[in-house]
Structure formats: structure tokens, C-alpha cells
T-cell receptor, first 113, second 117 residues
């Protein structure tokens, strides 16, 4: 079954606007991570939030985690055209003893100049 | 420069012809993993390795083999490729910190686009 599921599948906004992507998962986790992928390229790690953390910031990125709802959100503030990419959440399931990372299907973000 | 390298980057082959995709990392990471990426399915883990000589199956291991004889290398072997293995493949590595709480930040290679005809 799909562990991490992003919502929406696609998002189109104007430069300067904020972009919010959501991720839901099914099992208990050690941590949740967000990655970015430019078309056809390798994924780049953005931010990791541990299961005992509720919010984390990195530059224009803000990630929240609600373990009671098994969900996370990624907020990109003041978006730029260069933020156009696919964004994936990935969960490190506690049930696999820290050995497995499961990715969702991703959100395609388009930032129009 | 810290990096994960994969070779080849592009490969077109025929059904049944054995192939190996190499993966190497220079960060002394214990954890290495292979993923395949298909449209609409995201990334799915094929195999992973927690250390030298320690490998285990991911979500989609059928038709693949791996080995971890050295810490830096983690080759992916397709003994008899089939068209349904046409995909974009990524190798990744990460450190292991402590006994639990991971896996942690993955460093990805640039990808290998494989076409099996």
C-alpha cells in the first residue's frame, strides 16, 4: 500500500504566492522527509522532521507534522519560477526498524513568472 | 565533492541480456538503496543495504539482484531484463546514525534511464 500520498497531484501558482503541499501516511514513523526533483533528475533532500517534532523551518520552507492525523504539509513561501519541480514526501516507517524509506507519488508544482 | 555516481546514465538493451548498473558513493555512508521511478507510481524501493554484505528486499525486488562487497559500491544487476523493467533508476546513500530513528537524508545519484525492448 502507498505509505506517503501527496495532495494535490499538481499545483500551479504565480510567482510570489505561497505553495502548500500535503502528505498523508498510514503507519507509525521515525521521521518524514521532503524531497524535490527537477524534471528527470535526481532527488534533492529538502528537510527532515522527526516524529517528536511538530514544525520545522529552512529558509522559505516550513514543514509541519501531525502524527495524530498521520499527515504533513510543506509550505514554500514567496515562490519563484525556479521552485518549479516535483515534490515528494518520504516516510521512514518505525515498523521497518529504520531500514526503509517509502516515497509518495509527488506533487508537481509549477510557478508561473 | 560529495556525490553518488551511477553508470551508465542511459541504456537501451534487449530482453534477456544481462546488465549491471553501477553505483558508487564517496561519503562513507553505510546505507545504500536502489529505487525505480515510473510515471504515476512515484519512487519504489528495489533493494537496500545497511552495510557491507548486508542487503535486503524493498517493495519491488523481483527480477533484480544486488551485492555489497565494498562500502562505497552497490551495483544493481538485472539477470534477464524484461520490458516491464523499463524505468528510471536511482541509487541513493545515507549515513546511519544510532540504532533507530532512520533512515536519514538520502543523497541521490543522477539516475539511469533504462529501456528494455
Amino acid at each position: 500500500s502507498q505509505q506517503g500520498e501527496e495532495d494535490p497531484q499538481a499545483l500551479s501558482i504565480q510567482e510570489g504566492e505561497n505553495a502548500t503541499m500535503n502528505c498523508s501516511y498510514k503507519t507509525s514513523i521515525n521521521n518524514l522527509q521532503w524531497y524535490r526533483q527537477n524534471s528527470g533528475r535526481g532527488l534533492v533532500h529538502l528537510i527532515l522532521i522527526r516524529s517528536n517534532e511538530r514544525e520545522k523551518h529552512s529558509g522559505r520552507l516550513r514543514v509541519t507534522l501531525d502524527t495524530s492525523k498521520k499527515s504533513s504539509s510543506l509550505l514554500i513561501t514567496a515562490s519563484r519560477a525556479a521552485d518549479t519541480a516535483s515534490y515528494f514526501c518520504a516516510t521512514a516507517s518505525r515498523e521497518t526498524s529504520g531500514s526503509r524509506l517509502t516515497f509518495g507519488e509527488g506533487t508537481q508544482l509549477t510557478v508561473n513568472p | 565533492e560529495a556525490q553518488v555516481t551511477q553508470n551508465p546514465r542511459y541504456l537501451i538493451t534487449v530482453t534477456g541480456k544481462k546488465l549491471t548498473v553501477t553505483c558508487s558513493q564517496n561519503m562513507n555512508h553505510e546505507y545504500m538503496s536502489w529505487y525505480r521511478q515510473d510515471p504515476g507510481l512515484g519512487l519504489r524501493q528495489i533493494y537496500y543495504s545497511m552495510n557491507v554484505e548486508v542487503t535486503d528486499k524493498g517493495d519491488v525486488p523481483e527480477g533484480y539482484k544486488v551485492s555489497r562487497k565494498e562500502k562505497r559500491n552497490f551495483p544493481l544487476i538485472l539477470e534477464s531484463p524484461s520490458p516491464n523493467q523499463t524505468s528510471l533508476y536511482f541509487c541513493a546513500s545515507s549515513p546511519i546514525i544510532g540504532l533507530a530513528g532512520g533512515p536519514y537524508e538520502q543523497y541521490f545519484g543522477p539516475g539511469t534511464r533504462l529501456t528494455v525492448t
